[in-house]
């Protein structure tokens, strides 16, 4: 290396060093340590859960200009930086660093000032995946057909290595924290079958099946017959794949086919949808709820599952990491939003239930067994595509913990003639458990 290269090679990890005292500020900053290119450590070498690792001299300014939730996470994609560790413990970081972004314009300025003296970057070389682009009117089918083939078919492969063995893609149910995932999995499409009470002889519809873990479980554990729909083609081909080999097509199969276009009127006893309602969008929840609604015989139960954020926050300004890596036109809203609209559609709510905690648990699992399986992962995607799950569901987990999201059950009833819910007088049959499994 060159006398002036090295030169301005020390002058960057000086202002970087002076940049990370003025940007890492408070508790949450020293929880985290931070490894120069150089192999120089800050604050000091003591031991920390997490460390992001900068890989060149303007990876702060690769990271921080322009000040934004996608281009930080787009600085981790790209390589700008890595995160060792358990990077879950970041999170109270970047949360930190979000309320620093609403310091005056007079330190905004000093720091980006120190910013642009640091060296620019390379040029970050775009990854196969790449930000989503979509096109057409928001929810409109064909574009939602487009957001979800963004999420869900990059590979069923890839899937399958941190996923349970049904490949459940929502969040489990434990009964005790140490549960493995399979278990709890399997706990959870239990104890949705019992909350529906089904019965051998009545038509389940399975709204956003996945690769059709539940309608497998309640056919052959309840005797129903079972429908699922998905907009993701190769989660319907590997489902009724799972399907046949489980000797369940006479009574069991998934369909590639939007909600809206399901028509059998008063058709099925049970309708369930677990992780498809934040696709939805908030403006067509009426739409939503009037289909399930029309698709129930009267005294049918809908189990609605969905992640909802709290209704004390502030709606976010600008593109989110998210909206643009993760799940395209995605939309939460508080519980109290999704029970009014159900409500209002003719519903009765009969239990609304918060597993919170258990999806904080089923997302360690999910980043625990994807960073477990990081060499296969990317003989089905590339690096960048496998940082989008780590970070995303890294975040979840923290989400969840803290109580910035939540994950709710609610139970509701179409009444049948009269007002007759079909309900009994209490839950005991809930917990109970199955004698089946």
């Known amino acids: 290396m060159s006398a002036l290269r090295t030169a301005q090679t020390d002058d960057a990890a000086r202002r970087t060093l002076r940049l990370l005292e003025g940007l890492f500020t408070g508790d949450a900053a020293r929880t985290v340590a931070v490894r120069l290119w150089d192999g120089t450590q800050w604050p000091d070498d003591a031991p920390r859960p997490a460390t992001i690792a900068l890989k060149h001299p303007g990876a702060l300014r690769a990271m921080f200009l322009p000040a934004n939730e996608v281009n930080l996470a787009e600085a981790y994609l790209y390589d700008d930086f890595d995160i060792e560790g358990d990077i879950e413990a970041i999170f109270d970081l970047a949360e930190a660093l979000a309320e620093e972004a609403e310091m005056g314009w007079g330190k905004k300025l000093r720091l980006a000032r120190e910013l642009l003296r640091l ?4 040029g970050r070389q775009p990854g196969r995946r790449g930000p989503a682009r979509l096109r057409g009117q928001r ?7 487009q957001a979800i083939a963004y999420h869900y078919d990059v590979s069923n492969d890839f899937y399958a290595l941190w996923l349970d063995r049904r490949m459940v893609y929502s969040c489990a149910y434990f009964q005790r924290p140490d549960d493995d995932l399979d278990t709890a999995q399997e706990r959870k499409l239990d104890y ?10 009545q038509r389940l519809l399975d709204v956003g099946c996945g690769w059709g873990g539940l ?8 005797g129903v017959e079972a429908t699922g729909i998905t907009l993701s083609q190769p989660q319907a081909e590997l489902a009724n794949e799972r399907i046949a080999a489980a000797g369940l097509a006479d009574r069991c199969r998934v369909l590639v086919r ?3 276009q399901v028509d059998e009127p008063g058709g099925y006893d049970a309708l369930v949808s677990v992780g498809m309602f934040e696709h939805v969008g908030e403006a067509l929840l009426p739409t939503y709820f009037a289909q399930a609604w029309r698709l129930l015989k009267p005294g049918g139960v809908f189990l609605n599952h969905g992640i909802a954020r709290r209704a004390t926050d502030r ?12 799940f395209p036109d995605g939309e939460l809203v508080p519980i109290s939003t999704s029970l009014r609209l159900a409500e209002a559609t003719g519903f009765e709510v009969r239990d609304v239930e918060s597993l919170r905690e258990h999806y904080a648990l089923t997302l360690r699992h999910w980043v625990r067994r994807l960073e477990a399986h990081h060499k296969q992962a990317l003989r089905f995607v590339d690096e960048p595509t496998y940082r989008v799950w780590r970070l995303f569901m890294s975040g979840s987990a923290h989400g969840f913990t803290t109580g910035r999201l939540n994950v709710y059950q609610a139970l509701l009833v179409k009444p049948g003639p009269g007002g007759q819910s079909g309900q009994p007088l209490t839950r005991d049959d809930w917990y109970a458990g199955s004698a089946t499994l």
Do not use: E, N
Request: glycine fraction near 6%; charged fraction near 25%; proline fraction near 9%.
């Open 258 to 260: 939007d909600y809206r």
């Open 192 to 201: 949705i079958c019992r909350k529906l009470r089904l019965k051998p002889g």
């Open 215 to 222: 309608v497998i479980h309640a056919a052959h554990h309840y």
């Open 315 to 326: 709606p976010r300004r600008g593109p989110s990491f998210s909206d643009t890596y993760v």
């Open 139 to 145: 929810h409109s089918v064909a574009r939602d057909r």
């Open 119 to 122: 060296p620019a970057g390379q």
